[in-house]
């Protein structure tokens, strides 16, 4: 009569991390990409050339010249807010896979404890084992003994 627990399951478990950081890490690829592709729309260079609206397009109202600039501005600011955003994405993509680093870290850690666990309660059990064959050693020898416990 022995004691059995069966932690096998739990301890040939190998951890992979949280699939939920995966799908995190790839939506940040997707809107790191949009931004890169945004970004060489928007280039500096080629706005000048490309996207700026000359003073006289804005008609001979004296606002004109300041409304030009306020373009270019906006364009500025929409090219710089897009860079920020982009390296808080890599910065926060970073974080999402060290954190899936340290997530599969722990579960490892979890696995070796429940391994070692595992391992104390086998010998547990065997050592509650090799008891009771002593005892029933000891029970068979007092069965075989025909003289009652007194030498003959």
């Not at 790191?32 to 945004?38: A, P, S």
């Not at 003073?55 to 010249?65: E, H």
């Amino acid at each position: 009569m022995g004691f059995s627990l069966d932690l096998a399951a739990f301890v040939d478990t190998e951890p992979t991390g949280p699939q939920g950081l995966d799908l995190a890490e790839d939506a940040i690829n997707n809107v790191i990409d949009q931004i890169d592709t945004e970004l060489k729309t928007l280039r500096p260079v080629d706005f000048e050339s490309e996207g700026a609206i000359r003073p006289t397009s804005f008609g001979g109202a004296d606002a004109a010249p300041e409304l030009a600039l306020h373009h270019s501005r906006a364009h500025e600011v929409t090219y710089k807010t897009l860079i920020g955003l982009k390296d808080d994405l890599v910065a926060f993509q970073e974080a999402c896979r060290k954190a899936k680093q340290e997530v599969v870290l722990a579960d490892q850690d979890a696995a070796e404890r429940q391994r070692r666990t595992l391992q104390a309660v086998e010998l547990l059990e065997v050592g509650a084992s090799q008891q009771q064959s002593r005892r029933d050693h000891e029970q068979a020898q007092q069965d075989q003994d025909v003289t009652g416990g007194s030498d003959a």
